[in-house]
């Protein structure tokens, strides 16, 4: 019984000795998704479940070999021991209870971080002996990069061209296989600004260790400007679409005809408007510039005067060119 309660205490220091160690030691990247801190969590349990195992053994097996070691001239042989039915039950039972307490706590997990995600930013992944590739569809943008905003959950569906990649950024600590002819969805919700890196995690050939890609988290608004910037159109009717959108005209001013907070833009090129002060104005390029910078200068009757003056600070010459361009489109 006293060596019981000796190995028990050596059992208890050496754990907490262990956990030290492991905690002081950088054993994973910084986190960089809010995905990633509930992963994180499930890992220190498990450290902590590993680091008593790891002493319940060790402490026992030196404890026994240094306390019970033949002495001289003791040439007897040992106790015979036949079994311990308390011993195997609790041994049992206890690691079992362990590792369905575990189950539990990963199936919860998983069932959350699979959920699907509210308004989240589209991003199709591909993978493709030896690259990444990235597409917004929204913004019918194309990447070699991986740029997502901050805050907001991605949805990245996942798919290859040729064999088996595996999605990885180790920051976001969650990893996804890219299997040829399937999709497979990954929700990644960034809560750190940075740059990372995409890798391949699964032995993809002989460029496999080269498979990188940069992963950037940045502001929601460097995101919407990283978008701008990166449509591959030259059309301006299509650029402008793309820019109503992202801006938010879209939210006042319809493209079918509808009346919501301001003017639809169906038709509302070259048409005949009066003013609020009884003047009449034909919508032209002038005209449209100048209510997307001072939307309050000259105001159409029957409308209130809502819309922000910050465009003028916001869009440049050429995106406002590229909206009246799509205004323009509209003209019936
Ligand atoms: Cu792709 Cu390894």
């Given at each position: 019984?006293?060596?019981?309660?000796?190995?028990?205490?050596?059992?208890?220091?050496?754990?907490?000795?262990?956990?030290?160690?492991?905690?002081?030691?950088?054993?994973?990247?910084?986190?960089?998704?809010?995905?990633?801190?509930?992963?994180?969590?499930?890992?220190?349990?498990?450290?902590?479940?590993?680091?008593?195992?790891?002493?319940?053994?060790?402490?026992?097996?030196?404890?026994?070999?240094?306390?019970?070691?033949?002495?001289?001239?003791?040439?007897?042989?040992?106790?015979?021991?036949?079994?311990?039915?308390?011993?195997?039950?609790t041994w049992t039972v206890i690691p079992v209870g362990v590792v369905l307490y575990f189950a539990v706590l990963s199936t919860e997990y998983l069932l959350d971080v699979t959920s699907a995600p509210q308004d989240p930013v589209v991003v199709d992944v591909t993978g493709a002996q030896w690259s990444w590739q990235f597409e917004y569809p929204e913004a019918a943008v194309t990447s070699p990069e991986l740029v997502l905003p901050l805050g907001r959950p991605a949805l990245l569906r996942i798919t290859s061209t040729d064999v088996i990649h595996s999605f990885w950024v180790p920051e976001f600590r969650l990893k996804q296989d890219a299997v040829p002819g399937l999709v497979r969805d990954l929700r990644i919700t960034p809560n750190r600004a940075g740059e990372y890196v995409v890798r391949c995690a699964e032995i993809c050939g002989q460029g496999h260790a080269f498979m990188l890609a940069d992963a950037k988290v940045v502001t929601p608004e460097e995101f919407e400007t990283w978008l701008m910037s990166h449509g591959a159109s030259d059309d301006p009717v299509v650029r402008g679409k793309r820019l109503a959108e992202l801006s938010g005209c879209v939210a006042c001013h319809s493209a079918d005809g509808k009346r919501i907070v301001g003017p639809t833009w169906l038709g509302l090129y070259g048409k005949e408007e009066t003013m609020a002060d009884g003047t009449s104005v034909t919508v032209d390029d002038d005209y449209l510039s100048e209510s997307i910078r001072e939307p309050g200068r000259r105001l159409v009757e029957g409308f209130s005067d809502v819309m922000p003056a910050t465009y003028k600070d916001t869009l440049s010459d050429d995106e406002v060119a590229d909206l009246i361009a799509y205004i323009r489109s509209l003209e019936q």
């Open positions: 019984m006293k060596h019981l309660a000796v190995a028990s205490v050596l059992v208890v220091l050496v754990t907490v000795v262990a956990v030290t160690v492991l905690e002081s030691i950088d054993l994973l990247p910084v986190v960089a998704s809010t995905e990633g801190v509930v992963a994180d969590r499930l890992f220190s349990y498990q450290m902590y479940v590993i680091a008593f195992l790891f002493a319940l053994v060790a402490v026992f097996m030196v404890y026994s070999a240094v306390v019970f070691r033949r002495r001289p001239g003791d040439d007897g042989d040992g106790l015979y021991v036949r079994g311990n039915t308390t011993l195997e039950v």
